[in-house]
């Protein structure tokens, strides 16, 4: 205690070398297993699909986690290859630990980034898309904060916007549901609007920008959106039987519209979404 203490009223930090180069083997470890192995099982087993809230938040917890445990290690391993603490000796003065943090905190920076960058570019999206469907849609006779465009194509989405959020259908689409099926879909889409679902996306999103070569960020995007669909269907089946929002998925489709935040079918894993209702 007294050396250690001398020690820091000296100005120097005494860091025992071999807790360092564990601790940073252990923070790489989960690292290299939540950006690997983890995802990869989780995308495979089926539990998600019965519990797409408890699977959300496992999501989120592993790339948050990740994310932390890749900062930690190498700022631990700036740490460990500083000088003077290979050989067991104080490391001293503010700029010797700042130097050994640097590539800690310029990756940190990078993912802050690019989160910032991916909502700016969302957000500039949206308000694009919201102008042109101003030209090219009406409003919807009897629902509010509801356009109508005018195709063929069956079409259901929604473009979250606070409290301007709006839910895109077609003609196609009016015109081809019954009035339960109808329900079915409004009620989704609703729940993306109500249940904030964007949010959800930006992080896995910005993590996918951030990250282009790491297949595991692309994965963990589809997955999560995936989710998202799932959840917005366990909402609208409060409302409707399963049976008719099933039959409503298969008569969407998938809506394939640029900018579009969700479609009533869901272009991912729409057969799983659908299992799940007729099981």
Same mark, same amino acid.
Do not use: K, N
């Given at each position: 205690?007294?050396?250690a ?5 000296? $100005? /120097?930090? @005494?860091?025992?070398?071999? %807790?360092?180069?564990? &601790?940073?083997?252990?923070?790489? =470890?989960? *690292?290299l297993? #939540? ?15 019965r ?7 496992v ?5 948050l ?22 050989? $067991? /000796?104080? @490391?001293?003065?503010?700029? %010797?630990?700042?130097? &050994?943090?640097?590539?800690?905190? =310029?990756? *940190?920076?990078? #993912? ?23 030209m ?9 904060r509801?356009r ?8 259901a ?10 839910? @895109?259908l ?5 015109d ?7 329900v ?39 997955e ?16 409707v ?24 079918a ?9 299992r799940?209702?007729?099981?």
């Open positions: 205690m007294l050396p203490a001398a020690a820091a009223l000296d $100005g /120097a930090l @005494v860091i025992p070398h071999g %807790a360092i180069v564990w &601790a940073a083997a252990m923070l790489w =470890l989960v *690292a297993l #939540l950006a690997w192995p983890v995802p990869v099982w989780l995308a495979r087993v089926g539990w998600p699909m519990a797409p809230v408890i699977a959300l938040l999501w989120q917890g592993v790339g986690a990740g994310g932390l445990s890749m900062i930690g290690a190498l700022a631990l391993t700036g740490l460990a290859v500083a000088p003077g603490v290979a050989q $067991g /000796a104080a @490391v001293s003065g503010a700029a %010797a630990l700042w130097l &050994a943090l640097i590539p800690a905190a =310029l990756f *940190a920076i990078y #993912l802050l980034v690019h989160l910032a960058v991916t909502i700016v570019q969302v957000t500039r999206q949206r308000h694009r898309h919201l102008a042109l469907l101003d090219l849609s009406a409003p919807h006779p009897t629902r509010a509801t109508v465009l005018d195709d063929a194509v069956p079409v989405y929604c473009l979250p916007r606070g409290a301007g959020s709006v839910t @895109v077609s003609q196609g689409l009016l081809r549901l019954d009035p339960d099926e109808l079915a879909v409004i009620a989704h889409e609703r729940a993306h609007v109500e249940q904030r679902h964007d949010i959800l996306l930006l992080a896995f999103r910005a993590w996918r920008s951030a990250l282009p070569w790491f297949p595991v960020a692309a994965l963990a995007d589809a999560v959106a995936a989710l998202v669909e799932m959840l917005a269907d366990d909402h609208a089946r409060r409302e039987r399963d049976e008719v929002l099933a039959r409503a998925i298969l008569a969407v489709g998938a809506s394939g519209v640029p900018g579009a935040e969700h479609d009533a869901g272009s991912t894993r729409g057969s799983d979404r659908f799940r209702l007729v099981a």
